[in-house]
């Protein structure tokens, strides 16, 4: 699902991504934004996929139905993190107006919507349906809910993985409060989620959970989850 304010076209989202790369990477990175480095670094890494993934089925050999799948994700996965990166770290103080059009965002997009950002916390079940696989499933309030329904209109949810490759690696698990800084997001809406993470049974994966409305604004995130992976 696209926003009004993400390009159409996937040439576009890359351009786009390339843009604020060169903005908020080191040494570049305006130090006051707050934008952790492991963040920067699995933005880097999303983007470096979702590149290379549509040049392969763009070529005269690389356009068969696995290649799709593959670039299908690897845009998902990158458009799901550029939300995140604008609702986490593009529209709060200390952004200027200057700020967000140099990123290739409306200052409008920073103004106060109806529908607040969620103020409760969500959790779900974990479970094993496979080898190296994990499925979160029964997405529900933890504790009491939102105060405003609408707010609860999706999850995001940021995964880390103790020694895992990128764009999952962390070196030890953070503390349970600091479930926003792990490296890895996706967005859904859908009942359950499941995980493909192959190559690291055997670890330990983090999990933090929040709710986000319509908007990409998210709540507070849930104490890290931890598990190892079958």
Known sequence: ??????????????????????????????????????????FVTVFDTAD???LKVQSDTGRTPVATAQCNAAFKALRDT???????????????ESDLVSLGLKPGNADHTPIPRPNGQVTADLGY????????????????????????????IKIGIVGGAAPYHIDAPPAPDEGRLLPFYLFTRRRRERLDLSGNSGKTICISLSWENAKGEPGPFCPVITAIIP
């Open 52 to 54: 290379a993934a549509l």
């Open 82 to 96: 550029m939300r995140f990166m604008k609702a986490h770290f593009f529209l709060v103080p200390p952004l200027s």
């Open 129 to 156: 349906p496979a080898a190296h696989m994990i499925e979160l499933s029964n997405f529900r309030a933890l504790g009491a809910p939102s105060s405003d329904p609408r707010s609860d209109y999706g999850v995001g």
């Open 1 to 42: 699902m696209t926003h009004s304010w993400l390009p159409l076209s996937r040439t576009e989202q890359l351009a786009m991504a390339r843009n604020w790369i060169s903005i908020i990477n080191a040494p570049v990175n305006p130090p006051n934004w707050g934008i952790p480095a492991a963040q920067i670094t699995a």
